[in-house]
């Protein structure tokens, strides 16, 4: 069966001045075109070609030599290239661009946006995109506890945290408490798995290994107080909120570092403050 939405290998069962026909071999009764523009040199009857099927303009399968950068079910980041009444239209390496419709959009995209989306067939047999990626992520990744992976945040829930794509197919976590900083759907991220749970699933945190992550964190205390003068207006006792708002780490985090810097001798702890030396 010639399947819309795949990369698969075809006989040429005709040969026309405008293009050959295709078919899964000779004698079957489907068959689509492949454009005289897109026919190698030299092709004949009887050679097989590997084609990617899509729809043209006038709702006829078609086929291309041109390498797609999705096909059906895989998820990918693809460039916005026009915003139109029924949707944003995306670069996925054809002629003709993709509809990623406003219903399956998670926020409004703009023109020169990178989204991720996966590639789906919908109900009137056309192939379209949507930012609702869950559904076709994975669980069976292959890293393991402390393993650092790419993603691409494609959810954020205030309640659970924000929902990586681990190389765009694997599902992933950032727990809400490993999330310091401002994240937004879209963002890029590189993160370290810190749990592979029981069903396959990944929790992630951007931040590296304690004993790694120390030294920056010290750093980070170190600018503060330069900026304000050699002096934070709190010590180490404050509440988690304000060691969050300030520096965008955990309260734990935050007492590794200045227990750094007062074992260094660079800091002293008042019953108010913490002073640069």
Not at 94 to 121: I, M, N
Not at 219 to 227: F, M, T
Request: a neutral charge.
């Amino acid at each position: 069966m010639i399947e819309l939405g795949k990369v698969q290998e075809l006989e040429v069962v005709r040969l026309k001045e405008f293009g050959v026909y295709l078919s899964e071999e000779a004698g079957s009764s489907q068959s689509v075109l492949l454009p005289k523009k897109q026919v190698p040199p030299g092709t004949k009857a009887g050679d097989r070609l590997s084609v990617f099927i899509y729809k043209d303009s006038e709702d006829r399968l078609i086929a291309t030599t041109g390498i797609p950068k999705l096909q059906v079910g895989e998820c990918g980041v693809l460039e916005v290239k026009d915003v139109s009444r029924i949707g944003a239209f995306l670069d996925m390496g054809l002629e003709k661009d993709l509809l990623l419709p406003f219903k399956e959009q998670s926020h409004p995209v703009k023109k020169g946006e990178r989204c991720l989306v996966a590639l789906y067939v919908d109900k009137s047999r056309r192939l379209a995109a949507t930012m609702r990626v869950y559904s076709h992520m994975s669980s069976e990744s292959p890293y393991h506890q402390d393993d650092l992976v790419h993603g691409w945040i494609y959810e954020i829930n205030e309640n659970l945290g924000a929902f990586v794509a681990v190389d765009y197919r694997y599902y992933g976590l950032i727990p809400k408490k490993e999330l310091f900083g401002e994240y937004r759907e879209g963002d890029e991220v590189e993160c370290r798995v810190i749990k592979v749970r029981e069903d396959g699933k990944l929790d992630l945190t951007p931040r590296k290994k304690a004993h790694l992550q120390m030294n920056e964190d010290a750093e980070l205390v170190l600018q503060a107080l330069d900026r304000l003068g050699g002096v934070l207006p709190f010590n180490d006792k404050a509440s988690p909120e304000t060691i969050r708002k300030e520096f965008q780490m955990s309260k734990n985090a935050f007492k590794r570092a200045v227990g750094r810097l007062l074992k260094e001798g660079r800091i002293r702890i008042t019953e108010t403050t913490i002073e640069r030396l």
